[in-house]
């Protein structure tokens, strides 16, 4: 199974500040098409887990452009440019590239 | 606007057989460009995705290794919706349980999730 590890696990962040958060896998998620099959997702107190980023760059349906997603092959980045309070939540990568799909372990974000 | 809607019971004893519905609205659980998947979250586990149906032609399932022997993944086309069987229930099955969508590479909508208690 493909191993995804998130750093760091805890975020407090002041808003107006940005934030980045790192993802590694243990093997590249890089498809023959072009595409590196690796998503973001919030989880948001009480809630299901909401898709922020797929493809590792693409956002979803919704999601506000201060989330970008970045990075090729093993190595991402989940960049928020400018923390808001409702950006407060649990973060998790994921591979979406093979069965079983995996995840990070989360990084929880804060407000200062 | 795609939703699920997700039902069954969220206590249930040991050894027994939890039997989960996900009803889908705006797709259809015969597509041939998305699955139907199950995930669970467990404090001692994470998130941690249990299996999927999807049709292809013809219907095809797929388990995590942890669950294979104990679950089973079925769709209703009548009722447009997925089902989860998962038999032999011990404490450790104790978590969240959600259905979701996997489409273009990523789980894009999720159901709202049941939290399952096994427990005598």
């Known amino acids: 199974d493909v191993v995804m590890t998130q750093s760091p696990l805890s975020l407090p962040v002041t808003p107006g500040e940005p934030a980045s958060i790192s993802c590694r896998s243990s093997q590249s998620l890089l498809y023959s098409n072009g595409y590196n099959y690796l998503d973001w997702y919030l989880q948001k107190p009480g809630q299901s887990p909401q898709l922020l980023i797929y493809?590792?760059?693409s956002r979803a349906s919704g999601v506000p452009d201060r989330f970008s997603g970045n990075g090729s092959g093993t190595d991402f980045t989940l960049n928020i440019s400018r923390v808001e309070a409702e950006d407060v939540g649990v973060y998790y990568c994921?591979?979406?590239?093979?069965?079983?799909?995996?995840f990070g372990q989360g990084t929880k974000l804060e407000i200062k | 606007q795609v939703q699920l809607q997700q039902s069954g019971p969220g206590l249930v004893k040991p050894s027994q057989t939890l039997s989960l519905t996900c009803a889908i609205s705006g797709d259809s659980v015969s597509t041939d460009s998305a699955s139907w998947n199950w995930i669970r979250q467990s404090p001692s586990r994470g998130l941690e995705w249990l299996g999927r149906?999807?049709?292809?032609?013809?219907?095809?399932?797929d388990y995590a290794v942890s669950v294979r022997s104990r679950m089973t993944i079925s769709a209703d086309t009548s009722k447009n919706q997925f089902s989860l069987q998962l038999n032999s229930l011990t404490p450790d099955d104790t978590a969240v349980y959600f259905c979701?969508?996997?489409?273009?590479?990523?789980?894009?909508?999720w159901g709202q999730g049941t939290l399952v208690t096994v427990s005598s």
């Open positions: 994921m591979q979406g590239l093979q069965i079983p799909h995996t």
């Open positions: 979701a969508r996997f489409r273009s590479g990523a789980f894009d909508f």
């Open positions: 149906t999807l049709y292809r032609s013809e219907w095809s399932n």
């Open positions: 493809l590792a760059s």
